[in-house]
């Protein structure tokens, strides 16, 4: 150490003091610097498992629902369809996504469910009565979307 004070031209002791006050000012930063981040990380961590506990209670409350519930994105792919959608329409969840949720859809009633989903003002809110069209039904199955 004794090298490097007199490299820098000054004493021991002043060597030891700047030394001292380097690592007390990158131990301060580190604090304050690493501190927020672990914050910022810690609420993320929280948010995640809370986002997970929100989505576990929705797919729970969608599963056990009598009502057929089909979750579309903001381009109206499906990303979800609970089993009673799948026993209304006869149609597999892996069937439904993307745009396969319109295979279900009676051909009578095909074009009226494309003009209501891609009208340009939005799907309207209260929605439309259509017909599905499940494999081997007795009887029109009617839908609301």
């Known amino acids: 150490m004794n090298e490097i004070a007199e490299t820098l031209g000054l004493d021991l002791s002043t060597f030891i003091w700047h030394l001292v006050n380097f690592i007390v000012l990158i131990a301060l930063l580190t604090y304050f610097l690493y501190r ?3 914050n910022m990380l810690d609420e993320r961590s929280r948010a995640r498992g809370i986002l997970r506990q ?5 797919r729970a409350v969608c599963e ?12 109206r792919h499906c990303r979800y369809a609970n089993p009673q959608w799948q026993a209304l329409t006869s149609q597999s969840q892996a069937a439904a996504l993307e ?4 295979d279900a859809i009676h051909q009578g009633d095909q ?3 494309r003009t209501w989903l891609w009208d ?3 799907p309207a809110v209260s929605g439309i009565d259509v017909r599905a069209a499940p494999k ?5 199955v009617w839908l609301h979307l």
């Not at 929100?54 to 929705?58: C, D, T």
């Open 99 to 102: 745009l396969g949720w319109l």
């Open 136 to 140: 081997g039904a007795q009887s029109d």
């Open 120 to 122: 340009p003002a939005g």
């Open 54 to 58: 929100a989505e576990g209670q929705f």
């Open 111 to 113: 074009a009226l469910a």
């Open 36 to 38: 927020p981040i672990v």
């Open 64 to 75: 056990s629902s009598p009502s057929g519930i089909l979750l579309l994105d903001e381009a």
